[in-house]
């Protein structure tokens, strides 16, 4: 597990997080190097081997054909293995970072939309105050001016009640009675009246 680790550490820090058959040939050799394969890795330098092509080896080519034993030969397949893994695992890594700047750059652009969402709300209210204090103002306003009263001395003067007809000599009407039978009646009662004005005006002679 140590030796992972530090091949693990070593492979970070040299040749990077990419795919093993990315690896060039002295990426190659300095990979042997760090499992302690330093007296095989010039052979394979001089084999041009590189990462795409080690990948196509076997346990039986790496004992065979580069002169690994076979305890060398299976630690190198394993060593391979974890090297395939760790690239996996680097293009897992990139995977989410780039999803994570994607989720930050929502963040920052829901945060710019919240920030108007406030801005236009303080302007709702603002308008909505002003329609109040107006509404207000219109319910305040003063009322229209009452007529004066008239003072006794300007009162208007009530109109003049009409007085009872006169009853006369032409003639007098009474309850029931039409405008002829008054005619008549009047006549008589004038010439009553004159008749006992006669008399009156005889005896004081």
């Known amino acids: 597990m ?32 760090a499992q302690g394969l330093g007296e095989q890795s010039s052979k394979f330098l001089a084999e041009g081997v590189d990462g795409d092509f080690l990948l196509t080896l076997s346990a039986d ?23 395939k893994t760790i690239g996996a695992s680097d293009e897992k890594g990139k995977e989410v970072d780039k999803l994570m700047r994607e989720v930050n750059e929502l963040e920052e652009k829901v945060q710019v939309l919240q920030h108007a969402v406030k801005a236009k709300d303080r302007e709702i209210a603002e308008l909505r105050n002003k329609i109040s204090g107006m509404q207000v103002t219109e319910t305040r306003s003063p ?23 006169p009853m006369g000599r032409l003639g007098a009407i009474l309850p029931g009675m039409d405008a002829a039978d008054g005619a008549a009646a009047g006549a008589a009662v004038g010439a009553f009246g004159g008749g006992v004005g006669g008399l009156r005006g005889g005896r004081r002679r």
């Open 61 to 83: 080519d790496l004992k065979n054909d580069l002169g690994l034993t076979s305890l060398q030969a299976k630690k190198l397949m394993k060593n391979i293995e974890f090297s």
């Open 2 to 33: 140590i030796a992972l680790t530090y091949l693990f550490n070593l492979q970070a820090s040299i040749m990077g997080f990419k795919d093993f058959n990315e690896y060039s040939a002295e990426e190659i050799s300095l990979w042997l190097i």
């Open 143 to 165: 009322a229209p001016p009452q007529p004066v009263p008239h003072s006794p001395a300007h009162a208007p003067k009530p109109a003049p009640t009409p007085a009872p007809a």
